[in-house]
């Protein structure tokens, strides 16, 4: 666009349709203004509603205002576009009154307004929530192959929350709407939708809305942080394709490309968005954006340029794996390479007491496992080791939509922990054994102890 001087970046522009017979007025949002030597603005744009012809010659006028969401009570509960269109909501039009405009784009919170990570966010899943804990303003990337289980951990994490009275936010970028819906109709059916926000740019939508969905959802969260001082947990599923997506747009825009052809200003395009995340301080109101971002690697390869850009931003990272995947350990999390850089902070007392030395016992046992494999006698002290390691996996092993309460995983875990298990003979009997533990009424261990109630268990699943 060109004699458009007063543009600055993040402003909406509208323009004249070419169809005459449209009502529709086309938006776009200024992303970029380049002067010339010889005076002369060349300003980018991105068109928000391409579907509305325009064409060479359009007469562009500028908004003056900044790119920005219309929100309100109903928004914790819809199923909305970057732009703030719904697509599915579960109140009636009335209920639909927005408060407020809220920046796509608005600075992070300062220093000053945050504190550090010091709440616990339960995601219900054992393997998590005893050796990779998370608190509550932490940004943890879940990194893995395609079809490793990322987003069923976010989905289980969104379930357990409801529970925790957190909001949360799940924004699914460039997928399948199918399976969109499909993930939406999941979490219905588990009674989340009340507390949930999706903001869903799929496949089939331009590159500008898979870029800017992120953006979107982001503003979203900070408008229940800072406005009703909750805490949001965020979910992008994932950033890789958002990447890509800019990746498209700055060539389009002929910026000069970098590694992998992505753009030199990826990192802060991922940089700006994380960075919105934060435990908020007392003074400003307590509320925490927590996010899970999800990233998608090939062949396990960490070391590309989008995934090692993330690794370097978040505060820790779960690694899944395709063959613990492959060997039927689910959630595949990778224990020995996946890590917590403030969560464990945030740590429950009782959690610590039993789940303490387990990531240590765990990494020992697989490394016990794979020189077993040449052993053809083993010791009896290494032979208890395994059949103690093993057992600890099966405990670990946790089905989708099988959130565990943080009570109920630190009885698990000190079971395990003080040997009751090895009274089970067989691996696959233990999950037997935890499916009728579990579904014991909590009075029981108001009576008995976890561990005589155990060994009663024990011998009633041996004996059937
Ligand atoms: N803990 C689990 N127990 C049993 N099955 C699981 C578990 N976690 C994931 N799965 C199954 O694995 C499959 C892939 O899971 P999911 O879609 O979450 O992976 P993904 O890595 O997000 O995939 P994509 O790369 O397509 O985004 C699904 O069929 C899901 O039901």
Redesign the pocket.
Known sequence: MSNYAAAFTGEIFQCDTTESFSTDVVYGLVVSVTSTPSSSVTVGGLLLNPKVGTSAGTLISGTYSLASLYLGRYSSSCFMEPTGGLIVSSGTESSVECDMAWMLETPAPSIVSRQSVCEPLATGIVSIDAMIPIGRGQRELII?D???????ICLDTIVNLKYEKVLSVYVPVGQKAASVLDAYQQLVKRDVYQALAIVMASASTSAVMQYLSVYAGTALAEFFMYNLSLPVFIAYDDLAKQASAYREISLLLRRPPGREAFPGDIFYVHSRLLERSAKLNYACGSGSITAFPIV?TLAQDVSAFIPTNLISITDGQLF?STDLFNQGI??AIDVGISVTRVGSAAQQDQMKMVAGRLKLTLAQFVELEAFSQFASDLGEDTARALANGRRIREVLK???ASPMSIPQQCAVLSLAGSGVLARIPSDSLVKVFLGYFLSLPSWCFLYVSTKVLAVALIDYVVSK
């Open positions: 893995g395609r079809q490793t289980g990322k987003t069923s998608e899944l689910k959630p946790q089905d989708v």
